[in-house]
């Protein structure tokens, strides 16, 4: 295989992997944070217990997460020199800057949370884990600036044949920005929703503290519905951005090669000839596609061949057609799963208020543990219908992905090391997900034996380390 | 207005230079206590201990080398894409040594199994031990110099990275970590395990001397960074001396405190005087000065330069601030005959 293929292997796979982490911490934490509020305000014990219970879930993904990041940053320069090299200048500074601003914060203040409970006041505590999220939340905000730039490059001036940032403020209010930015963190809060509401769902089908879980069922699906109405509205703003600065992507997620009569239908599912250029076996929704594409039931959406003939008299002879079975399922299986999510927390949230959750049917019970999937899916297929979309660009309209890897690498040292480091994922996925269903199974009121034996409390033990045991 | 840009080139060199001492500074004590581990901790308890004194830093420390990283990227793009592509095999085990390491801190007293404990004991002891090594080694061969050719490409074969100097670079960092998280251990433990830690310490101190004699002296052969800095680093050969000295001293003194703080001047200087035998050179081409990477032709536009200086200089005061507030907050040591206190 060659080095080109195998880097895009690699960086698929390790950024997937991460992203699987990524967003569950960002939700985790603002539940936490919230259910640490209430105890604060209102004193109650039980939401002390819960904000420990998802807590410890949350540490064992933080820490994963952590070290999948650590990847992120060192492969740009491992596997893509040539791309670090041409955007070094404008993609570096949010990069650093995210070191600086967000991941001091998140690992100070975490440490504090976990170690502090009873050295820290109980506000200056609940302020710990605030400033963890809102750590998490400026971190995503600085990835998501750089990814934006390689999207829509704003900002900067061709200098010696590398970009050369001439504008910060244009970066950082990129429009690409203003809107992945908001999609992306509400998919965040609803992955996070989703996992809490899922597991209680689990919990509350077998009736195991019953309280602690109702309870966490209302809060999480109440921000399970708001973020996952965010992450429709924002979705759909983002789509009319795309289809002014990166029509190629829409194209290919539409399956739409020839441009479109006016107005636009909506293609539900087809099958797709990349190399015949045609579709079979579509099915239709009339004039939806122009409303997706402009707000309004009417305009004709462009084709991916005309599209590729303008790309070609703008930067010379090549393909631009990125692909596009990839393109138009990924988009398909997130809505999908998405709009999903949208039914699932209105039901949810219905019963919650109307206090019918445990008189709740069995069959949404169950539907809720599933959905656990949902926004993981949802999540992946989203960024694998950005990245892939964008192909053959790395940087759009300035550098192809092929260009920017790494000349001195040979082939078989990125087997080697995707190797590796699959291997590493492969092991660490596993543990992550054995730990968090012992501590599930384990419950909020978990007293290891072993723990009270032990005259000292382990930070990193069974308990996560908050509760003292004194003698 | 010309020479305003340019200083900002040496700025961020020694930004990131303040950064890495940083990163050795603080990361080097929980690699030497994550070491000692396998040396001074004789039960489970104790190795949990000794784990707690370092628990609600090693993350916040390792984020000095992120940022070290992310400044690399941003101030010095070539120097970034240059360094991380030509060490891929090395930083691919770096990284490995990384997760494991930073997993196994979470991971461990998850169960109560002892092959469970054993194994990620085992992933802390030899992660700790080998990142210094490889850290060693990665900054030795960087004062050696490498093969860069006119295309700023590094194309090192296994021998440019590993041989005797780097070699005796790695265990100067690995046994300069070692006796720095012994003292950190010391301070933060009561009885037993402080004295044990104390007195390996000690016991250290002339090997440990030993390497760093012979790697100041291999530097001078074998690197152009006493012929090109002359008396500066002669200077802070000096001053390393005395501050090893000092730190000798106060360990026989069993001041742990203070050792522990010329311990890390040690470091600080070592490293410093290893930017300053650098500058303005990144990377030194072993094919011919003209190759070679500097603060200059390596950067940045200044553009770029600026907003960053501005942004790292508004928010470097808040960051140190919570840094020490949180060490200030667990200044207390580690009782492990009653109960841990938090």
């Known amino acids: 295989m060659d080095p080109i293929m195998l880097s895009r292997i690699q960086y698929a796979l390790t950024t997937i992997f991460h992203f699987f982490f990524v967003p569950l911490s960002i939700g985790l934490v603002l539940l936490v944070a919230i259910m640490e509020t209430l105890y604060v305000a209102k004193g109650k014990e039980i939401y002390k217990t819960m904000a420990k219970f998802w807590g410890k879930l949350f540490l064992i993904n933080f820490a994963v997460g952590v070290v999948t990041g650590i990847l992120q940053e060192f492969q740009f320069g491992m596997n893509w020199s040539e791309y670090s090299r041409f955007v070094g200048d404008v993609f570096g500074a949010p990069l650093a800057i995210e070191a600086l601003l967000a991941f001091f914060m998140e690992s100070t203040f975490i440490g504090l949370w976990i170690f502090g409970w009873d050295r820290l006041s109980k506000k200056v505590h609940l302020a710990c884990i605030w400033l963890v999220f809102i750590g998490t939340f400026l971190s995503a905000l600085w990835i998501l600036a750089a990814n934006s730039f390689m999207q829509h490059p704003v900002g900067f001036a061709m200098n010696n044949g590398r970009a050369e940032m001439n504008d910060f403020f244009a970066l950082i209010t990129n429009g690409q920005l203003l809107v992945e930015f908001p999609h992306t963190i509400f998919g965040a809060?609803?992955?996070?929703?989703?996992?809490?509401?899922?597991?209680?769902?689990?919990?509350?089908?077998?009736?195991?503290?019953?309280?602690?879980?109702?309870?966490?069922?209302?809060?999480?699906?109440?921000?399970?519905?708001?973020?996952?109405?965010?992450?429709?509205?924002?979705?759909?703003?983002?789509?009319?951005?795309?289809?002014?600065?990166?029509?190629?992507?829409?194209?290919?997620?539409?399956?739409?090669?020839?441009?479109?009569?006016?107005?636009?239908?909506?293609?539900?599912?087809?099958?797709?000839?990349?190399?015949?250029?045609?579709?079979?076996?579509?099915?239709?929704?009339?004039?939806?596609?122009?409303?997706?594409?402009?707000?309004?039931?009417?305009?004709?959406?462009?084709?991916?061949?005309?599209?590729?003939?303008?790309?070609?008299?703008?930067?010379?002879?090549?393909?631009?057609?990125?692909?596009?079975?990839?393109?138009?399922?990924?988009?398909?299986?997130?809505?999908?799963?998405?709009?999903?999510?949208?039914?699932?927390?209105?039901?949810?949230?219905?019963?919650?208020?109307?206090?019918?959750?445990?008189?709740?049917?069995?069959?949404?019970?169950?539907?809720?543990?599933?959905?656990?999937?949902?926004?993981?899916?949802?999540?992946?297929?989203?960024?694998?219908?950005?990245?892939?979309g964008r192909q053959p660009w790395t940087v759009f309209g300035y550098m192809t992905t092929e260009a920017g890897v790494s000349p001195n690498v040979s082939a078989?040292?990125?087997?080697?090391?995707?190797?590796?480091?699959?291997?590493?994922?492969?092991?660490?996925?596993?543990?992550?997900?054995?730990?968090?269903?012992?501590?599930?199974?384990?419950?909020?009121?978990?007293v290891d034996k072993s723990e009270e034996e032990d005259e000292s409390a382990d930070p990193f033990g069974m308990d996560g380390g908050y509760s003292v045991v004194t003698k | 207005?010309?020479?305003?840009?340019?200083?900002?080139?040496?700025?961020?060199?020694?930004?990131?230079?303040?950064?890495?001492?940083?990163?050795?500074?603080?990361?080097?004590?929980?690699?030497?206590?994550?070491?000692?581990?396998?040396?001074?901790?004789?039960?489970?308890?104790?190795?949990?201990?000794?784990?707690?004194?370092?628990?609600?830093?090693?993350?916040?420390?390792?984020?000095?080398?992120?940022?070290?990283?992310?400044?690399?990227?941003?101030?010095?793009?070539?120097?970034?894409?240059?360094?991380?592509?030509?060490?891929?095999?090395?930083?691919?085990?770096?990284?490995?040594?990384?997760?494991?390491?930073?997993?196994?801190?979470?991971?461990?007293?998850?169960?109560?199994?002892?092959?469970?404990?054993?194994?990620?004991?085992?992933?802390?002891?030899?992660?700790?031990?080998?990142?210094?090594?490889?850290?060693?080694?990665?900054?030795?061969?960087?004062?050696?110099?490498?093969?860069?050719?006119?295309?700023?490409?590094?194309?090192?074969?296994?021998?440019?990275?590993?041989?005797?100097?780097t070699v005796v670079g790695g265990l100067s960092v690995t046994l300069l970590c070692l006796v720095h998280g012994l003292?950190?251990?010391?301070?933060?433990?009561?009885?037993?395990?402080?004295?044990?830690?104390?007195?390996?310490?000690?016991?250290?101190?002339?090997?440990?001397?030993?390497?760093?004699?012979?790697?100041?002296?291999?530097?001078?052969?074998?690197?152009?960074?006493?012929?090109?800095?002359?008396?500066?680093?002669?200077?802070?050969?000096?001053?390393?001396?005395a501050a090893f000295a000092l730190a000798a001293y106060f360990i026989r003194q069993k001041r742990e405190g203070w050792a522990f703080g010329m311990t890390g001047a040690v470091i600080a200087i070592a490293f410093a005087s290893v930017f300053i035998g650098l500058f303005p050179r990144v990377m030194v081409s072993s094919l011919g000065s003209t190759f070679d990477l500097t603060v200059y032709n390596a950067s940045s536009g200044p553009y770029s330069l600026k907003v960053m200086t501005i942004v790292a200089c508004t928010l470097l005061p808040f960051v140190l601030g919570y840094q020490i507030w949180s060490y200030y907050i667990f200044r207390k040591r580690l009782n492990e005959q009653h109960h841990l206190e938090y």
């Open chain 1, 412 to 446: 078989g040292m990125i087997l080697f090391s995707t190797i590796a480091f699959t291997a590493a994922y492969t092991v660490l996925g596993i543990v992550m997900v054995y730990l968090f269903v012992r501590k599930i199974k384990a419950g909020p009121y978990a």
């Open chain 1, 189 to 388: 809060l609803m992955t996070g929703a989703f996992v809490v509401t899922g597991i209680s769902a689990y919990k509350l089908m077998k009736k195991k503290d019953v309280e602690v879980f109702r309870r966490s069922f209302n809060i999480a699906v109440i921000v399970g519905l708001v973020s996952s109405l965010g992450v429709a509205f924002s979705g759909h703003f983002q789509a009319q951005y795309l289809v002014e600065t990166q029509p190629m992507k829409m194209a290919a997620s539409e399956g739409t090669w020839t441009t479109t009569e006016d107005p636009a239908p909506w293609t539900v599912i087809a099958s797709i000839d990349p190399e015949k250029q045609e579709n079979s076996g579509e099915i239709k929704i009339p004039g939806l596609l122009s409303y997706l594409s402009y707000s309004k039931f009417s305009g004709s959406v462009k084709g991916m061949k005309e599209l590729n003939a303008e790309y070609q008299q703008t930067y010379g002879p090549g393909d631009y057609i990125p692909p596009v079975r990839t393109t138009f399922w990924s988009f398909r299986v997130m809505i999908a799963a998405g709009g999903l999510m949208i039914l699932l927390a209105m039901y949810g949230t219905y019963l919650a208020w109307r206090k019918k959750l445990e008189a709740a049917k069995p069959w949404f019970m169950r539907l809720m543990v599933f959905a656990i999937s949902l926004p993981f899916i949802a999540n992946t297929a989203g960024w694998i219908m950005t990245e892939v």
């Open chain 2, 183 to 241: 003292l950190f251990a010391s301070l933060r433990t009561v009885g037993e395990l402080r004295e044990r830690a104390l007195q390996m310490a000690q016991k250290l101190m002339v090997p440990l001397a030993v390497v760093l004699v012979l790697y100041a002296v291999l530097t001078y052969l074998m690197t152009d960074v006493f012929a090109v800095r002359g008396w500066a680093l002669w200077i802070m050969a000096a001053l390393g001396a």
């Open chain 2, 1 to 165: 207005m010309g020479g305003i840009p340019l200083l900002l080139n040496e700025l961020w060199f020694v930004l990131i230079a303040v950064l890495f001492i940083g990163f050795f500074f603080l990361e080097g004590f929980d690699f030497g206590v994550g070491m000692s581990t396998g040396l001074i901790a004789k039960t489970d308890r104790e190795r949990r201990t000794l784990i707690n004194s370092i628990g609600p830093f090693w993350d916040g420390n390792e984020v000095w080398l992120l940022t070290a990283g992310g400044a690399m990227f941003a101030a010095f793009p070539h120097w970034y894409a240059t360094l991380f592509s030509g060490f891929y095999l090395p930083l691919v085990v770096v990284l490995l040594l990384l997760i494991g390491r930073g997993v196994a801190f979470e991971f461990r007293s998850k169960m109560k199994q002892q092959r469970w404990r054993k194994t990620w004991d085992v992933i802390i002891l030899v992660a700790s031990a080998l990142l210094p090594f490889l850290f060693g080694v990665v900054f030795a061969t960087l004062m050696k110099g490498l093969p860069i050719d006119d295309q700023m490409q590094m194309h090192a074969g296994f021998l440019d990275i590993v041989n005797p100097y």
